[in-house]
């Protein structure tokens, strides 16, 4: 290695002058390349480096640690937005501080300050502790009373500070969300009072009308009138099933209770009729066959109007087949009336006037028209409307069916039929 450093300045020398040449292309200046090597001379040092790095630790808590850590709330679901809520709802600090110390309970947790894997918080009655280190000796700990926290939460919620940017978005779900339970257990409390009122109704009917030996027919029928089978089948269910040790409640009935109200629940307890239990059953045999009767007529009405749809004549749009009357031609020879079929065997016709082109449903012209057209495919166009109004409406019934019953409804005694027309008329059959 000496003796080849010890010829470079005559080679140097030689490139220099040009008594030689480099095989190959040199990037590197011949300054450079000589420092290079004269480096490669220098006797190298070394440095001892030690096993372990120490990190100096920082034996404080800084208020943006404390900061993050009081956004993320109690630790309980939806916690920070409860506590948002309440800050902004206006309360003072007394109650805001009573209110933290509910909302965080008692508890803690681990990773606890943002960039500190070995950080632990704490809250119980006295406050909020956090710590960094080892649990059991700790090299930097605070105790964050809840006044002092009401306080720093205060000041984080009135600078818009207190929820991140991600926890606002989330926070305008849970708002939605919120509101979406309250409508919905509101609907439920107007439910229940409903089904309450429906169980007093059930007993106020029953002492109003039974004379002693007998309840007269239509009993049930009114309360189930007033507050629909549903609710009516629900309430006498759930009163079979809190009094299903009842020996004067027929076994049928029963067994249809707890097709509809499997257990007696106790929240339930409430909506229980307290009328005599051989009354309560002649009363919910009467509702039973009153709801099987408005099912069959329920039915009956659903398969008649399926039927009424099916013979309906079906005219799909702009298959009128018109034709030209050519006894009306003009002395032109140019066509001033066409007539086209309705489905039911009827007519319609248009005739060319100085108004326009009339459209009407009798070939007898001086009856009023039913629409005048400027051109003639508006007038075809208001007569396959006519033509498909006619198909919805004319003759066709909206059929309702009524059966009187004997006494014990195994018997229909008269049975008819009503029906309504498109111009309001009713009759009956």
């Known amino acids: 290695m000496q003796d080849a450093f010890s010829r470079t300045p005559k080679a140097l020398a030689q490139l220099e002058s040009g008594e030689k040449k480099l095989r190959f292309r040199s990037?590197?200046?011949?300054?450079?390349?000589?420092?290079?090597?004269?480096?490669?001379?220098?006797?190298?040092?070394?440095?001892?480096?030690?096993?372990?790095?120490?990190?100096?630790?920082?034996?404080?808590?800084?208020?943006?640690?404390?900061?993050?850590?009081?956004?993320?709330?109690?630790?309980?679901?939806?916690?920070?937005?409860?506590?948002?809520?309440?800050?902004?709802?206006?309360?003072?600090?007394?109650?805001?501080?009573?209110?933290?110390?509910?909302?965080?309970?008692?508890?803690?947790?681990?990773?606890?300050?943002?960039?500190?894997?070995?950080?632990?918080?704490?809250?119980?009655?006295?406050?909020?502790?956090?710590?960094?280190?080892?649990?059991?000796a700790p090299y930097a700990d605070v105790l964050l009373p809840w006044k002092a926290v009401e306080k720093r939460i205060r000041k984080l919620v009135q600078e818009d500070k207190y929820l991140f940017p991600e926890g606002k978005e989330a926070y305008a779900e849970y708002k939605e969300e919120q509101a979406q339970k309250r409508l919905e257990k509101a609907q439920e409390k107007i439910e229940r009072d409903t089904k309450v009122s429906c169980k007093d109704a059930i007993d106020r009917a029953i002492a109003e009308n039974f004379d002693g030996h007998r309840l007269p027919k239509g009993t049930a029928e009114g309360v189930i009138r007033e507050y629909g089978i549903e609710r009516v089948s629900y309430v006498l269910a759930n009163t079979v099933m809190h009094r299903r040790q009842e020996e004067r409640i027929s076994p049928e009935n029963k067994e249809w209770a707890k097709s509809i109200e499997p257990y007696a629940m106790y929240e339930s307890r409430d909506i229980v009729a307290a009328s005599h239990p051989a009354v309560l059953n002649g009363f919910i045999n009467q509702a039973r066959r009153y709801i099987e009767r408005e099912k069959e007529l329920a039915a009956q009405i659903e398969a008649a109007q399926t039927q009424v749809q099916e013979d309906m004549p079906d005219i799909p749009e702009g298959e009128l087949d018109w034709h030209i009357v050519h006894e009306m031609d003009d002395d032109n020879g140019q066509p001033t009336e066409w007539s086209a079929k309705l489905p039911n065997g009827g007519f319609l016709w248009i005739d060319k006037e100085a108004e326009g082109y009339a459209l009407y449903d009798t070939h007898n012209t001086d009856a009023g028209p039913v629409s005048v057209s400027e051109t003639l495919g508006g007038a075809k166009e208001g007569g396959e409307d006519y033509a498909l109004r006619f198909a919805d409406v004319d003759e066709t019934e909206k059929i309702k069916v009524a059966l009187e019953s004997s006494e014990d409804f195994s018997e229909p005694a008269i049975g008819f039929y009503t029906h309504q027309y498109a111009d309001g008329r009713e009759g009956v059959r």
Do not use: C
């Not at 070394?46 to 956004?71: A, C, N, W």
């Open 27 to 136: 990037l590197v200046p011949k300054e450079e390349l000589r420092a290079e090597l004269d480096n490669l001379l220098l006797q190298k040092k070394t440095f001892p480096v030690s096993d372990r790095v120490e990190v100096k630790r920082e034996d404080f808590i800084t208020q943006d640690e404390i900061d993050q850590r009081l956004g993320r709330g109690s630790g309980v679901e939806h916690g920070s937005f409860r506590i948002y809520d309440y800050f902004m709802e206006g309360h003072d600090s007394k109650e805001a501080a009573d209110f933290l110390k509910h909302e965080y309970g008692t508890g803690g947790s681990s990773h606890a300050l943002a960039g500190a894997d070995h950080s632990w918080e704490d809250h119980d009655f006295k406050g909020i502790r956090l710590r960094k280190g080892d649990l059991s």
